[in-house]
């Protein structure tokens, strides 16, 4: 459709408003999302107020007016973005798609359901944008390294889950019949979730063995559960070794909406697109 050596001159209107609504490279598109960003605290900030009593009975008015400003402006911002792509419906159900429908839909919503409009805080969650806005590409490309090596650890993290499960199941079964109903262990599931906490390193203290016997399997689990902790991390960090990739640009494709692209890419690696 375009790549990002075509002439600015030579793009037509829909291409530009999609390289400054979607992209950071350029000025104009890193300007545009910075602003978006300044717009979506101020009406994360304007809700968090209106829910304090004092204020919105001073300033109610204020504030929903406000509201219903930065709710139009979202949502021709998502109009927008629909316009831009070319599969609009392919993006509307990705997870920015989601998300930014997310931020303007709970406004229109409390006409009809009083008190639902509160749950427009969550556009809080479109920061997560500033990752791309701002070129850290540092962090977007650890955070892929994250997921890659996640992806990579699955077989060996749920081997791992599995045995956590057998352990506090055991454990728990064992100090259910060490402690019993008298000292606060009435059933095994009690128990288990007895032995998860400790295990964890929690220790609400709302449940506590008596017993010598039980009070040294406690111990054991205690011991076991600072082992356990280590094992994940071991686990992910020796498969972020070897996933290790290239920088990341910050280009989103046109057709697939998806970004992480390589920076000196020229088609998408999802899609097969032309960037």
């Not at 392919?90 to 009809?112: C, N």
């Amino acid at each position: 459709m375009w790549d990002n050596n075509t002439p600015k001159n030579s793009l037509t209107f829909r291409a530009r408003m999609h390289q400054i609504i979607f992209e950071a490279d350029t000025i104009a598109g890193k300007i545009f999302d910075i602003i978006l960003l300044i717009v979506i605290l101020l009406s994360v900030i304007v809700v968090m107020l209106e829910s304090v009593a004092s204020v919105e009975w001073k300033y109610g008015n204020f504030l929903r007016t406000a509201e219903w400003v930065f709710t139009i402006i979202f949502t021709i911002e998502y109009i927008l973005r629909l316009w831009c792509v070319r599969k609009s419906l392919k993006y509307a159900f990705s997870f920015y798609g989601i998300v930014d429908f997310f931020g303007f839909i709970p406004t229109y919503i409390s006409i009809f359901v009083p008190g639902t409009h509160f749950l427009i805080v969550i556009r809080i969650i479109r920061l997560v944008r500033i990752f791309r806005i701002f070129k850290l590409t540092r962090y977007l490309r650890e955070g892929q390294i994250m997921l890659k090596a996640i992806r990579a650890s699955k077989p060996k993290i749920i081997v791992f889950l599995v045995s956590v499960l057998t352990a506090v199941i055991t454990i728990g079964s064992m100090m259910y019949l060490i402690e019993g109903a008298e000292h606060g262990f009435s059933n095994i599931p009690k128990s288990i979730y007895w032995a998860v906490v400790t295990m964890t390193t929690v220790g609400y203290g709302d449940i506590s063995p008596q017993t010598p016997l039980g009070q040294f399997l406690s111990m054991i689990v205690m011991i076991l559960g600072y082992a356990i902790i280590a094992v994940p991390t071991g686990i992910i960090s020796f498969d972020i070794m070897k996933t290790i990739q290239d920088k990341v640009s910050t280009q989103v494709c046109p057709e697939c909406s998806r970004e992480g692209h390589d920076s000196d890419a020229k088609y998408c690696k999802f899609c097969g697109s032309k960037l």
